[in-house]
């Protein structure tokens, strides 16, 4: 038992002060602390020194510690000390997709997108011959800086202490095969909401047949067959003897990397592309199916229909659609027989005729319609977190509170609601779509005939040829117009702080060119940076001396103070702000923010300098989206 009662308010090492309570699991105690040093927010897991975990747990923690990826939540300190195991981790804040799936799955690109990220990190473990051993959408979390990371890493099998992990119903697996069935699992999960994975997710379990998981295109139209196949091949690899299994995190990983990769090859003709399983490989390959083709349901027997050009090579008649048996691997014609494959008048079966033809898909929208249905609404939501199954998720929405950025995912930068246009969404969006394409149509016809006026009245002013010198001739010679200035680097700037960095692993998330992601200040007690500096920002280097006349800054939260700082004309890179020239400022300024010079200056390095910060999750924050430069 612990020497002395731990409880909210109590330090340990001398440095971390418990806050708040977050979870409690078969007394394995989660907290929200703070980081006396550092002034910022981390978490605590605490355990007496007599519960059976507690030497178990110290050496998870310094497993978890060996390895390095910007997807786990790192941990910073572990010890044993006054009658208590404890281990700290940084403090991450975003939802869990286990919280996200409570609306509804995610768009394909999303849930590929999500499930790439957590498989480059298990990728990464393993060849460290390190396994999560939880790999659950509870331990799964988006950030609201829009990045993936995974909790628990090796912590939280140890605290679950189970003896064995298996699939319900299913044999006992390995640590390092069950993170590569749930990295499968979490794919099929994302795209249809049901957990097919091992126990302890508190999503609905994925509907079975013979003890086997259905495919996520028996449970949800729409679901695109490099994806299916990734599930079966990993899910279901022995019903399949044409399909080669997928034994690795870094296959997953690859194939998934490969889904993602260019979307253009067909987003022009607005359409998946035909994908069949190669028999001899077992991967999906893409087929270049040339100019659109029509889609027919498959006859009795098939199980899907196959897009296919207006001519197949290898039939008897032009024009006959071939339908494609996935699970089978066999196609059918009207010239089947021709092919041993039955068909034959002789053999007394007949051969299907083509049947009627689907009517035209609807036209894709050109403007990207409302938020879909996975674009989580950035209210609030709370839920208590009770047992183990739910451990994961308290611990991945911190103090359970956490939110999605409004675009994120790996398509931020396509639209200000994060839509994912050309993936599966209802039909009411493709009907709002068809809105659009009117509205855009009707706008077009006004900016012709606009077009048509404008010539139209410069034509018949050609022939004045009066010597009225023009406005410009008159005024004399004008401004040059302003223009953006390349940046060539951006670095933290925390002179004041010891150590002297700020997440500068996050600066250039502040020139990406995407407001969804931002480089963001460590979490401090107080506005003021918790009265420990005058100010912590960004530096940046021009390249060389240039003429500065604006600076634009995007910000998440408000309100928040910043002076624009400026390093004489011929100076040296500043480690400080004595020498600098303050020349502009905003007080308790909002999200967008404009600095302008009351005159240019020349310079090569400014500050962005942040002196009183927004509050944020668990105290106050800065965060700097984007920083534009301007002549």
Not at 588 to 616: C, F, I, N
Request: glycine residues 12%; proline residues 9%.
């Amino acid at each position: 038992m612990a020497e002395h009662p731990i409880g909210p308010g109590s330090v340990l090492a001398a440095r971390f002060r418990l806050e708040d309570l977050l979870d409690d699991t078969d007394g394995a105690r989660f907290w929200r602390a703070t980081d006396l040093t550092l002034a910022r927010n981390v978490t605590v897991h605490v355990i007496s020194t007599d519960d059976r975990r507690a030497d178990a747990l110290l050496a998870a923690a310094r497993t978890s510690a060996t390895v390095s990826d910007g997807h786990l939540l790192r941990v910073l300190d572990a010890a044993a000390e006054d009658g208590v195991v404890y281990v700290v981790n940084e403090w991450g804040s975003g939802m869990s997709l286990d919280r996200m799936l409570e609306e509804g799955p995610l768009s394909p690109r999303r849930a590929a997108w999500v499930v790439k990220e957590v498989a480059e990190a298990i990728s990464t473990a393993h060849r460290h011959g390190i396994a999560h051993g939880r790999l659950l959408p509870e331990n799964v979390m988006v950030t609201e800086a829009g990045s993936v990371k995974l909790i628990g890493f090796v912590i939280d099998a140890v605290l679950c202490g189970r003896e064995s992990i298996r699939i319900t119903g299913g044999p006992a697996l390995g640590e390092h095969e069950a993170d590569v069935v749930n990295l499968a699992a979490l794919l099929y999960a994302a795209l249809v909401g049901r957990w097919p994975g091992t126990e302890g997710s508190s999503v609905p379990p994925a509907p079975t047949e013979h003890g086997h998981a259905l495919r996520p295109r028996q449970v949800r139209a729409g679901i695109p067959r490099p994806l299916d196949a990734i599930c079966e091949r990993v899910l279901n690899p022995n019903p399949h003897g044409h399909m080669l299994p997928i034994e690795t995190a870094h296959e997953i990983y690859a194939a998934l990397s490969d889904y993602i990769g260019d979307p253009a090859a067909f987003a022009a003709v607005g359409q998946e592309p035909t994908t069949v399983l190669d028999v001899a490989t077992g991967a999906a390959v893409l087929e270049d199916s040339g100019p659109p083709t029509q889609l027919h349901p498959a006859p009795s027997g098939a199980k899907h229909a196959r897009d296919v050009p207006a001519e197949d090579p290898d039939s008897t008649q032009a024009g006959v659609p071939v339908f494609y048996d996935e699970d089978s691997g066999v196609g059918w014609t009207q010239g089947a027989q021709r092919r041993g494959l039955g068909g034959d008048e002789s053999s007394g079966r007949r051969t299907p005729p083509p049947p009627p033809e689907l009517p035209e898909p609807e036209p894709k929208p050109l403007f990207a319609p409302g938020p879909p249905r996975d674009s989580v609404s950035s209210a609030p939501r709370r839920r208590v977190a009770s047992g183990a199954a739910t451990a994961g998720a308290a611990r991945g929405a911190g103090p359970r509170n956490g939110s999605l950025p409004p675009t994120w995912g790996p398509d931020a930068d396509r639209g200000s609601d994060g839509s994912d246009t050309g993936e599966l969404s209802g039909t009411d969006d493709r009907r709002r779509g068809g809105g659009w394409l009117r509205v855009a149509a009707a706008i077009a016809g006004v900016v012709v005939l606009v077009v048509a006026v404008v010539l139209a009245f410069n034509l018949g002013r050609g022939s004045d040829t009066s010597e009225t010198p023009t406005a410009q001739q008159s005024q004399g010679p004008t401004k040059a117009p302003s223009r953006v200035l390349d940046i060539a680097n951006v670095s933290d700037f925390d002179p004041e702080g010891n150590p002297s960095d700020e997440n500068p692993d996050l600066v250039p998330l502040a020139t990406d060119g995407q407001p969804s992601t931002a480089w963001q200040t460590l979490t401090y007690s107080r506005p003021n940076l918790g009265g420990l500096k005058s100010g912590v920002g960004l530096l940046v280097d021009l390249g060389g001396a240039k003429q500065v006349s604006r600076v634009d800054l995007t910000l998440i939260g408000a309100p928040t103070s910043v002076k624009l700082l400026a390093a004489p004309k011929g100076a040296g890179e500043p480690t400080g702000t004595a020498g600098l020239d303050t020349v502009a400022s905003r007080q308790d300024a909002g999200t967008k923010v404009q600095l302008r010079l009351d005159k240019p200056v020349t310079t090569r390095y400014l500050v962005v300098w942040l002196t009183s910060l927004p509050p944020a999750d668990g105290g106050y924050k800065g965060q700097v989206a984007e920083v534009s430069v301007r002549s």
